[in-house]
T-cell receptor, first 117, second 109 residues
Framework: GAVVSQHPSRVICKSGTSVKIECRSL??????MFWYRQFPKKSLMLMAT?????????EQGVEKDKFLINHASLTLSTLTVTSAHPEDSSFYIC?????????????FGPGTRLTVL | GQNIDQPTEMTATEGAIVQINCTYQ??????LFWYQQHAGEAPTFLSY??LDGLEEKGRFSSFLSRSKGYSYLLLKELQMKDSASYLC??????????WGAGTKLIIKP
């Protein structure tokens, strides 16, 4: 299957700082990438859909000024958590949709565990 | 509305067979995915069904009935490493995956 990388895998930061998470599709070009967050033992929650070259589409309740998404190329999307607070601590996972074929399968990155102190 | 219904937790024995059922309601339908998620890790793709019937892939098989809004994932020859959560995710009319909480599968020796 297609490979998606995510960096960093784990980050600890102080309250008020900003954190950037990168998501890369390594062996395919992804016109669409997705950002999710997941709390322990809870389902994945879609935060936003990122389309290359255009503004991201945010889900209801997700602050676009707090979670900045940039999808500047067909293989890279970034999520920046601005002015992070302890309640932003979570597991952030990106996925990239492999185009073509019948399924448009989403492949996930390994995730980033964010801890805000 | 859109929703997914899967058992919260299942237990099975190593070497046995287990079937994880999923019923769903979505606005439109563009196939159904099954993902495996180990604790603390991101989901990994297992299977995709868009037509009715059974798709077999090694020890894992997935079945779909669109008219019933029903799918199942069948795991054979269970191994301890199969202990994980299994997520049923239908794709709606916008090709957006709808996620439930998944089924936690516990394998016992």
């Amino acid at each position: 299957g297609a490979v998606v990388s995510q960096h960093p895998s784990r980050v600890i930061c102080k309250s008020g700082t900003s954190v950037k998470i990168e998501c890369r599709s390594l062996d395919f070009q992804a016109t669409t990438m997705f950002w999710y967050r997941q709390f322990p033992k809870k389902s994945l929650m879609l935060m936003a859909t990122s389309n290359e070259g255009s503004k991201a589409t945010y889900e209801q309740g997700v602050e676009k000024d707090k979670f900045l998404i940039n999808h500047a190329s067909l293989t890279l999307s970034t999520l920046t958590v601005t002015s992070a607070h302890p309640e932003d601590s979570s597991f952030y996972i990106c996925s990239a949709r492999e185009p073509g074929g019948d399924s448009d399968t989403q492949y996930f990155g390994p995730g980033t565990r964010l801890t805000v102190l | 509305g859109q929703n997914i219904d899967q058992p919260t937790e299942m237990t099975a024995t190593e070497g046995a067979i287990v079937q994880i059922n999923c019923t769903y309601q979505t606005s439109g339908f563009n196939g159904l995915f099954w993902y495996q998620q180990h604790a603390g890790e991101a989901p990994t793709f297992l299977s995709y069904n868009v037509l009715d019937g059974l798709e077999e892939k090694g020890r894992f098989s997935s079945f779909l009935s669109r008219s019933k809004g029903y799918s199942y994932l069948l795991l054979k020859e269970l191994q301890m490493k199969d202990s994980a959560s299994y997520l049923c995710a239908p794709s709606d009319s916008n090709y957006q995956l709808i996620w439930g909480a998944g089924t936690k599968l516990i394998i016992k020796p």
